[in-house]
């Protein structure tokens, strides 16, 4: 008889498997997200002079 044994997957092993990468998930993000930060802070920064002028 023989015996045919599964194997319980060990943590490490479904963590891997289902791991992303940080920068992977950020990158497709960056050509949307940096012009509108740099908007943001030029009318913060125009803002500031106009204010202060």
Do not use: R
Request: aromatic share 4%.
């Amino acid at each position: 008889m023989a015996h045919d044994h599964h194997l319980a997957p060990n943590a490490a092993d479904v963590e891997a498997a289902h791991a992303q990468d940080v920068t992977e998930t950020v990158v497709p993000v960056i050509p949307v997200v940096l012009p509108v930060v740099g908007a943001l802070m030029m009318f913060l920064l125009a803002f500031i002079a106009v204010h202060m002028a």
